[in-house]
């Protein structure tokens, strides 16, 4: 690994000038002193973005941090994530949005966790939406209480396990988002982690905290309609890893279909 680089953080922005800055301070004041890499892929950015991260990587000081600003045309964010992962050298990747935030301490307690269980390939945890419950919080006694359970991948399919900026895995798969989906891309991802054979957990700790809420107005799961048609797609895509899956293929879609129209007509 290019000078000892322990973990890669995968950052996507397009349009995020107005809070990329403290996104990149909630990386590079981690609490680790751990070499880290923080690749930042402007996706086509039209506003002040490049500029934005290109001023604080000439002016940070930060000792053990390695800051890589990657340019292209605008390609989705999980092209943006492939690129990230292609050109990450760390012995972990995790990935951050343009509008969400580290725990000070996020991973300096990710990496002890893998340490103590060297069986661990990929873990999820839980997340905050308010950042300032992370100045109040006693982390190590959130830690302490925290349950720790292993993820099988029946569950992943039917329920996304995690957040994309919640989950930081080994470097070690050959495994990219389906850049064709614009939709549950991450759930996508995250099962054919699972099929691949990596050991996934989920950890019952806020470690990150969210820029919006999951599925509110203005971030890609608010069509509900698109992201029951991308998880189809996710489902069709299973077709892929095993053929066999063309006999739960019916129940899978119908499960999906019906999950729209129950939270149609309750939310």
């Known amino acids: ?88 050298t760390g ?63 029946c569950n992943i399919l039917f329920k996304n396990f995690s957040t994309t900026p919640s989950v930081m895995f080994k470097n070690n798969v050959d495994i990219l988002f389906d850049e064709s989906m614009t939709h549950t891309e991450d759930h996508d991802f995250f099962l054919r982690l699972s099929y691949g054979g990596n050991n996934m957990y989920f950890l019952d700790c806020a470690l990150t905290s969210l820029g919006r809420e999951v599925m509110s107005v203005g971030g890609l799961s608010a069509n509900r309609v698109k992201m029951r048609l991308g998880e189809i797609k996710m489902y069709i895509n299973l077709l892929k890893l095993n053929k066999y899956f063309i006999f739960i293929l019916p129940f899978l879609v119908s499960f999906s279909v019906m999950k729209h129209l129950v939270k149609q007509i309750f939310n």
């Open 1 to 88: 690994m290019t000078r000892g680089i322990k973990v890669s953080i995968i950052i996507p922005m397009y349009n995020s000038d107005k809070t990329i800055l403290r996104v990149l301070d909630s990386v590079s004041m981690q609490s680790t002193t751990e070499n880290l890499q923080i690749i930042v892929i402007n996706d086509g950015s039209s506003d002040d973005s490049q500029s934005v991260v290109q001023h604080y990587i000439d002016s940070v000081t930060c000792p053990n941090r390695d800051f890589l600003l990657i340019n292209q045309s605008n390609r989705g964010v999980a092209s943006a994530r492939n690129v990230g992962m292609k050109a990450s």
């Open 91 to 153: 012995k972990y990747i995790t990935f951050l949005d343009a509008d969400d935030y580290f725990h000070p301490q996020k991973l300096e307690l990710l990496l002890l966790l893998f340490n103590k269980n060297p069986n661990i390939d990929v873990v999820g945890h839980s997340f905050l939406i308010n950042i300032n419950k992370f100045q109040t919080m006693d982390i190590n006694n959130e830690i302490k209480q925290a349950s720790l359970r292993k993820v099988e991948f």
